[in-house]
């Protein structure tokens, strides 16, 4: 099945304890995005991917580090996460840039509590 | 700066007809997304549009109007199963999208 699968789906975490949430495509997709989702907030990007090697900054990348070494994954580090960072995160891919030709497919989102 | 607005909530009844509006301002435009999303799910894709006119699919109908900056999702027929909120996306001139907060929709028997 073609799918985006995010990991973990739920994480409880303190301040300050480096965390990863994973997040692999089965689709051979070149772009890959991340977006946190807050209540009354649309979605807002994080880090994008165009392909392998090849990352850049969206709307919020402070407290966020991504890298794309294999096509399929593109993991998203907090590297000392603060409580402004709990929010539900999704991951999503399309094969190329998003288009009306490549609409994007998403994760099932990672929920994040950081305490 | 690059905005788009959508009612925060909307309530209908089971079997009745419901539009869903999306009014933006962007730098550029290449086209305009509806995603539904039910709660504590991933977005999922309804409708692109890019030119002026309406797109039908099934009881999903999406509208736009470039010149007014202008999109509604219509809801046909509405079935208990409809009740999530529906985001409204825009692609600026970067296609870069640009995101609505979304428009919760409460289905009552």
């Known amino acids: 099945e073609a799918q985006v699968t995010q990991n973990p789906r739920y994480l409880i975490t303190v301040t300050g304890k480096k965390l990863t949430v994973t997040c692999s495509q089965n689709m051979n997709h070149e772009y890959m995005s991340w977006y946190r989702q807050d209540p009354g907030l649309g979605l807002r990007q994080i880090y994008y991917s165009m392909n392998v090697e090849v990352t850049d900054k969206g709307d919020v990348p402070e407290g966020y580090k991504v890298s794309r070494k294999e096509k399929r994954n593109f993991p998203l580090i907090l590297e000392s996460p603060s409580p402004n960072q709990t929010s539900l995160y999704f991951c999503a891919s399309t094969p190329g840039g998003p288009s009306g030709a490549n609409v994007l497919t998403f994760g099932a989102g990672s929920r994040l509590t950081v305490l | 700066g690059q905005n788009i607005d959508q009612p925060t909530e909307m309530t209908a009844t089971e079997g009745a007809i419901v539009q869903i509006n999306c009014t933006y301002q962007t730098s550029g435009f290449n086209g305009l997304f509806w995603y539904q999303q039910h709660a504590g799910e991933a977005p999922t894709f309804l409708s692109y549009n890019v030119l002026d006119g309406l797109e039908e699919k099934g009881r999903f109908s999406s509208f736009l109007s470039r010149s007014k900056g202008y999109s509604y999702l219509l809801l046909k027929e509405l079935q208990m199963k409809d009740s999530a909120s529906y985001l409204c996306?825009?692609?600026?001139?970067?296609?870069?999208?640009?995101w609505g907060a979304g428009t919760k929709l409460i289905i009552k028997p």
């Open positions: 996306a825009v692609m600026d001139s970067n296609y870069q999208l640009i």
